[in-house]
Nanobody
Framework: QLQLVESGGGSVQAGGSLRLSCSAS????????LGWFRQTPLNGRVGVAQ???????NYAESVQGRFAISRDNDKKILYLQMNDLKPEDTSTYYC?????????????????WGQGTQVNVSS
């Protein structure tokens, strides 16, 4: 079992930065694929980025070049550095995990979820 707790959300002006963190409890953290998702009005929860146990990242096109996902396997923490934030980045952000390799960045692929943290970007 894996429990995930997000932190680091808040309010920022467009062009600003935030760093989200996701702390995990449980064993064998480095054997999980980890991801960040956000809630959208039209499409539900959509993938933002994911990272393999060895550190290989994958990003949604909408955040490519602005967001960076990373992980510290020793501390069992997942990060999402968000730069050049835009109002359309406003959402609730969730961290998620699945055992083993990363596959598609879609919600059914991930079995463990945090409770979410709110990010608000004003223009």
């Amino acid at each position: 079992q894996l429990q995930l707790v997000e932190s680091g959300g808040g309010s920022v002006q467009a062009g600003g930065s935030l760093r989200l963190s996701c702390s995990a409890s449980g064993n064998i953290f480095d054997q999980y694929c980890l991801g960040w998702f956000r809630q959208t009005p039209l499409n539900g929860r959509v993938g933002v980025a994911q990272i393999s146990g060895s550190g290989m990242p994958n990003y949604a096109e909408s955040v490519q070049g602005r967001f960076a996902i990373s992980r510290d396997n020793d501390k069992k923490i997942l990060y999402l550095q968000m730069n050049d934030l835009k109002p359309e980045d406003t959402s609730t952000y969730y961290c998620a995990a699945r055992g083993g390799k990363c596959y598609t960045l879609t919600t059914p692929s991930f079995g463990y979820w945090g409770q979410g943290t709110q990010v608000n970007v004003s223009s």
